[in-house]
């Protein structure tokens, strides 16, 4: 069994098997490689990692000789664990599997196109229709390449996500798990972003962006932060995003290109953390520094990213 932590407000959580400790500190978008269980009903426990508080807790069997994804999905108080058995037999030669998981609980009912880049949805076919928070799909094979993917509102051609260029690679089988963005303006931020979990352990995991700027909120120097800081974020004076973690490297915004005002603000010691004024290109990605060549004012600087994000 793996675990993905996909529940956008909630600390770090432990997961339990039986009330033996299987993945500790378990942050947004974290994911641990498999790890060998006892197959049978086994108590699964979802605990906040600094409270001990439970989140959840109850039973689910496990097959014999399968091997499953447990997804912690929802937002509190109602956080569950989403678990897929996983396809493990090997796409026909020059082939890839994918399969798609629906965990972004703001995200309604939608269509998915996966294409190759560029090409026009408006005649064509969802490889999946109807899409609704916690389904999970079949099993699709496709011819190894590089691929676009396209979300839309269900049975309308309204694009609420539209993905970079990614190469699926000849042989492997991917795990595609819509999450949760943190924002309250979706339609200037996005709702949700992919991450692709492959089987094959010695393959990295990757995140699908939507084709926005990208901001990375984490910064390569981030001592004088403490652990938990949490911001809230304007645009234009405009609220964009609500607490959104500082120290979290997994944090990323996206955002159309253009100019801007960003202004983030610590809700809980009324401090404004930053406050600078931006140019970001579409396509591109961006970090929060504090080194380098800047672009505004103060100690925090925004910075070309020159670590891949997805």
């Keep these: 069994m793996r675990v993905l932590q996909s529940s956008p407000n909630i600390s770090p959580v432990d997961v339990k098997i039986n009330d033996q400790k ?3 500190n378990a942050e947004w978008k974290s994911f641990s490689g498999y790890q060998t269980i006892d197959a ?3 108590l699964i426990g979802i605990n906040d990692a600094s409270s001990g508080n439970t989140l959840f807790n109850n039973s689910f069997d496990f ?4 091997s499953h994804t447990l997804i912690v999905s929802n937002r509190l108080p109602n956080v569950e664990p989403l678990i897929v058995v996983d396809d493990t037999i090997a796409p026909l030669t020059g082939q890839v ?3 798609f998981v629906h965990t972004a609980l703001n995200v309604e009912p939608v269509d998915i196109y996966i294409t190759a880049f560029g090409a026009d949805i408006a005649t064509a076919t969802p490889r999946f229709t109807s899409f609704a928070f916690k389904s999970a799909s079949t099993t699709m094979q496709l011819n190894a390449g590089f691929y676009q993917l396209r979300v839309t509102r269900a049975g309308t051609k309204t694009v609420l996500f539209d993905s970079e260029r990614r190469e699926l690679v000849s042989g492997e089988s991917y795990l595609l798990v819509a999450v949760e963005l943190l924002t309250i303006r979706p339609e200037i931020n996005g709702v949700m972003s992919v991450i692709g979990i492959p089987a094959n352990a010695a393959s990295p ?3 699908w962006f939507d084709r926005r700027a990208q901001l990375r909120f984490a910064t390569d120097k ?5 652990p938990d800081t949490a911001v809230d974020l304007y645009a234009d004076n405009e609220l964009i995003s609500r607490h ?6 997994r944090t ?3 955002l159309p290109s253009g100019s801007y005002r960003l202004r983030a603000i610590d809700p809980n010691q009324l401090v404004t953390l930053f406050d600078l004024n931006v140019q970001l290109v579409s396509g591109r990605k961006y970090k929060l520094d504090t080194s380098g060549l800047s672009i505004g004012s103060g100690i925090f600087q925004l910075v070309e990213d020159q670590v891949t994000t997805d």
């Design 205 to 207: 995991r990757f995140e």
């Design 63 to 66: 097959g014999r000789e399968q």
């Design 252 to 254: 990323v915004v996206n």
């Design 22 to 24: 299987i993945i500790s």
């Design 244 to 249: 959104l973690p500082m120290t979290l490297a």
């Design 40 to 42: 049978g009903r086994k």
């Design 97 to 99: 599997k994918l399969r």
């Design 222 to 226: 981030n001592d004088f932060l403490h």
